[in-house]
């Protein structure tokens, strides 16, 4: 089936798109209608990057893509995979970047995209810790000043998040509208859950925490953690960490969760290993060369 049978997507699909996931993904990936038409009212994504199959009157199929240094592509579409797949490889020919798509290991499109020519490239796990008395929030090393979000700090939040994640392959460098609408506009956030850890004048570090991860209520999520090059191997991230464990718990949540790339080469995985995290699924990603 072609690619040019998807439409826009609208606010009236956001009921049908997120039983699409639930039905692709389950439990991996949490999403309700909410959570669609926030992605929808989002200005950074552009109309023509969100698309429904839609056949005899009902949604059978969803994708949105990101184009930058490759088409990442994002899809709920059981028995209609390959028509996504088109599109996105058509972008990515446009575009003269390769296409990246992701989903659990073991799902059933490790074997739709292998036999169109993609190839494993590398993974990213969940990780969770649950609670059953209150978490230890350590003071943070010498030297430095915890304090929640402010208005006033959204440059300097936004400068520090791109210098402690420079380099990485999975990250993009966030703009100030990208800042606006992928963190401030985000479902769930609150300036009470986001910790900053000054020296003096300096943003060194922050954890970005959110009361739950997507329609999931269950489980406070960690968008976020970072500390600057220059501030690294004091011991400021582990702090953080358990301070935003702390202000979770607070919150009522007795269960945290959060994304690495297992490839992450600040260390990241380990720290979260020894804080008493433990991986509970594995997201592959997969690219091909069009």
């Known amino acids: 089936m072609s690619s040019s049978r998807l439409r826009p997507a609208t606010d009236a699909d956001a009921e049908q798109v997120a039983a699409l996931f639930m039905a692709a993904y389950g439990n991996w990936r949490p999403t309700d209608a909410e959570e669609i038409r926030t992605w929808l009212a989002n200005s950074e994504i552009p109309e023509e990057n969100v698309r429904v199959l839609e056949l005899d009157g009902r949604v059978v199929g969803y994708g949105d893509i990101w184009v930058e240094d490759d088409v990442q592509l994002d899809m709920a579409a059981p028995g209609h995979w390959d028509v996504f797949l088109d599109w996105a490889e058509e972008r990515g020919r446009e575009a003269g970047v390769r296409v990246r798509a992701y989903f659990p290991k073991g799902h059933e499109l490790e074997q739709v995209v292998e036999a169109r020519g993609y190839r494993y490239w590398r993974s990213a796990f969940t990780m969770r810790i649950d609670f059953d008395e209150p978490p230890d ?128 080469p600040t260390g990241a995985l380990g720290l979260y290993e020894r804080a008493g995290m433990r991986r509970v699924s594995r997201q592959d990603n997969w690219v091909k060369d069009v």
Do not use: C, M
């Open 137 to 264: 929030a350590p003071p943070l090393p010498d030297g430095f000043e915890l304090r929640t979000y402010r208005e006033q700090d959204a440059e300097a939040l936004r400068h520090a998040l791109n210098d402690s994640f420079a380099g990485l392959p999975f990250w993009r460098p966030v703009s100030p509208s990208n800042f606006r609408e992928f963190y401030l506009r985000e479902r769930g956030f609150d300036p009470k859950l986001w910790l900053l850890a000054w020296d003096g004048s300096e943003l060194a570090g922050y954890i970005l925490a959110w009361p739950s991860h997507g329609s999931d209520d269950t489980s406070g999520w960690i968008g976020n953690l970072g500390v600057r090059p220059q501030w690294r191997g004091r011991g400021l991230g582990g702090a953080l960490l358990r301070n935003g464990f702390r202000v979770l718990y607070e919150r009522g949540q007795r269960r945290v969760g959060l994304g690495v790339d297992a490839e992450n």
